[in-house]
C-alpha cells in the first residue's frame, strides 16, 4: 500500500480558487490509480475526481466539471487538485486516494487513504 497525506486545504470566499496537494511514499506510486474524494457534514463520502497511473486520462463527477482540475507529478510522487469557481456547496472533507486497479472510479476499489483536508466555503 502508499501512504498519502493531504495538503491545501483552507477557507475562502465563494468564487475563489485552492490547490490541493496530495503527497505519496513509496516508489510505486506511478502504478496507482489516484483520485479525490469529498465529504460534506452529515453526507456521505462521494466521489471527486480521478486520474490513471499515466496522468493520460481522467474523470470528474458532474458537480466539478469545468471548475476542478486533477494532475499528478509521478517523479515527485504527487497528485494535485485545482479548484476553481468555489462554491459554498464544496464545502467538505477531501480525501485522497490511491487504487492498484488500472483504472477505477469506484470508492471500494480504493485501498489507500489519506487523513483529509478542510475545505470551506463562504458565501
Known amino acids: 500500500q502508499v501512504q498519502l497525506v493531504e495538503s491545501g486545504g483552507g477557507l475562502v470566499q465563494a468564487g475563489g480558487s485552492l490547490r490541493l496537494s496530495c503527497a505519496a511514499s513509496?516508489?510505486?506510486?506511478?502504478?496507482?490509480?489516484t483520485g479525490w474524494f469529498r465529504q460534506a457534514p452529515g453526507k456521505e463520502r462521494e466521489f471527486v475526481v480521478v486520474?490513471?497511473?499515466?496522468?493520460?486520462?481522467?474523470s470528474y463527477a458532474d458537480s466539478v466539471k469545468g471548475r476542478f482540475a486533477i494532475s499528478r507529478d509521478n517523479a515527485n510522487n504527487t497528485v494535485y487538485l485545482q479548484m476553481n469557481n468555489l462554491k459554498p456547496e464544496d464545502t467538505a472533507v477531501y480525501y485522497c486516494?490511491?487504487?492498484?486497479?488500472?483504472?477505477?472510479?469506484?470508492?471500494?476499489?480504493?485501498?489507500?487513504w489519506g487523513r483529509g483536508t478542510q475545505v470551506t466555503v463562504s458565501s
Open positions: 486516494a490511491a487504487s492498484p486497479f488500472s483504472y477505477t472510479t469506484r470508492e471500494q476499489d480504493f485501498g489507500s
Open positions: 513509496g516508489r510505486t506510486f506511478s502504478s496507482y490509480t
Open positions: 486520474i490513471s497511473r499515466s496522468g493520460r486520462t481522467t
